[in-house]
């Protein structure tokens, strides 16, 4: 979809990242992606776009756009926090520990805000990750259970079959 | 209501109109506006729970249009309570007509009249499509009730536009209308919607006809336009998903465990 907004983009030159994020909170989803697509700097550039998936509530395509940045070295503390924040969201515990112990080894330090963020979300990380392994030792458990109760059933079995032969007489 | 695991069956809120953001019940007043016009908008809702379909679409059409509708749930307790606590309507109104207790396939089989929009919103167990609600022939049946250029929109489950759950039945559904389907992730949500219109096809998400240019819908459809939130389905040769093989619950395992497997 050309919008009108596109159009005028194309004559008065490429809008940045305040640009797209700013269309992306008016609800211009499609006009904040061109946007950000127009903005120079890779890494604003990332940043713009994973605004605005993740306000548009595509948060699978926000993490995307997260990960290529970081593997393409154009990330920056602000997306990492916000990778995190998106990976929990979808309940992701392995990514959102990756994208938070890159924000911990950011050589430059963080801001207080940042700082605080990041915080929060190792906080909920613990909470997420202990859920999870609750699932998983809870998932082991009834495996186990059904397995050795279709083996006790089994040797149930085989031993009534075993002393009804044994109680027949023989001819 | 609450089916425990976060899974919610019916949600109500004092308004009529769109629920907050992520809810998936949002998506059933689209077609309103795709092809507003004036007078009565007939809808069928199939799995109509509590009526949360119903209030989200009465309370989010076009102001020159009226709702008539019937519902259909297979559990007479759900109707009881929705009618104790979340305000759907009683037996006696013409316009909001209940059928308790009887299965959405069979139901069909009993409608008479042609509606705009038919629903599709059945699971069991909380995650289940029922087979007989996921097969070519259900989508064949489900056509002929619909009116002249009518929609039908189905709610999946899915983990992406990927899911083989949602790809097996967009084919089928495809398949049941000879037309191709489109799949639109809604946001914040782990929900994707089915459209599939009886003669024609529904307004394409890159096309200026599939966001509203006012109303209530404008964000939510933005939010839909977006690169990489729809996908269309063709027509297959063959429908994956029919009466006599239907293996739909292998592919909701499929689904779980191909969902487990993304990472960073």
Known sequence: M?????????????????????????????????????EPDPARRAEALLYTRLHAGDLDGALRVARAAR???HSSAWLEEREAYAALSVRDAVWARTALDALAARPEGLGVDLAAAGARWRVELDALASTLADRDRAATRARTVTILGTLALSAAALALAFTRDRARPSP | MNESLGSFQSVWQPATGLLPEGQYYNAFALPAWWQPRAGPWRVLVLGLGAGTVWRVIEGALPSDMELETTGVEIDPDVVELGRRWLDLPGPGRADRVVVAGVDGRAALHHVSRRFDLVVLDAYQNQMEIPPQLASVEF?????????????????VGAFGLEDPVLEALASTMARGFRQRVLAVRVPFSRNVALFARLDSEPPDPRGSDFVPSSGPLVRLASAMAIDG????????????????????????????????????
Not at chain 2, 139 to 155: C, R, Y
Request: hydrophobic share 45%.
């Open chain 1, 2 to 38: 050309i919008s009108a907004f596109a159009l005028a983009c194309a004559f008065v030159g490429p809008p940045d990242r305040d640009r797209a994020i700013e269309l992306a909170r008016e609800g211009r989803f499609t006009d904040a992606l061109f946007a950000a697509e127009l």
């Open chain 1, 71 to 73: 593997l393409a070295g």
């Open chain 2, 139 to 155: 989508f064949e049946q489900a056509a002929q009730s619909l009116a002249t250029d009518g929609t039908m929109a189905v709610n």
């Open chain 2, 229 to 264: 939130s729809s996908r269309w389905f063709d027509v297959p040769d063959r429908a994956p998903l029919t009466d006599d093989r239907n293996p739909i619950e292998s592919l909701q395992r499929a689904s779980v465990e191909r969902a487990t497997r993304s990472g960073p």
